[in-house]
Nanobody, 126 residues
């Protein structure tokens, strides 16, 4: 059973930065994709970024390209989401998700992930 624990959320002013962490435990394979999703009040889940754990390939939503960077630390079984130049519209609960994957890429599709963390709140003030 894979377990995911997010941390690093908080309150930040527009233009500021935060780094979210997603610590993975359980599961024996490295063939996972890790995705970051977010849900703002009254809105649907939005895929933010993902990484293919073994290959290192990444993908980003257009809304965060150039501002967010996803990375992994295999020794710590942790994936990070560095968020720079934050905007009020980035305010949301951020979730990390994991799923076994075949191939070299990852998907920003919510239904593609079966393991989810509890979420961490990011609030960006204007």
């Amino acid at each position: 059973e894979v377990q995911l624990v997010e941390s690093g959320g908080g309150l930040v002013q527009a233009g500021g930065s935060l780094r979210l962490s997603c610590a993975r435990s359980g599961g024996s394979a490295d063939d996972y994709a890790i995705g970051w999703f977010r849900q703002a009040p009254g809105k649907e889940h939005e895929g933010v970024s993902c990484i293919n754990w073994s290959e290192g390939n990444t993908d980003y939503a257009d809304s965060v390209k150039g501002r967010f960077t996803i990375s992994s630390d295999n020794a710590k079984n942790t994936v990070y989401l560095q968020m720079n130049s934050l905007k009020p519209e980035d305010t949301a609960v951020y979730y990390c998700a994991a799923e076994l994957i075949v191939g070299t890429s990852c998907l920003l599709i919510r239904d593609g992930y079966g393991y989810w963390g509890q979420g961490t709140l990011v609030t960006v003030s204007s």
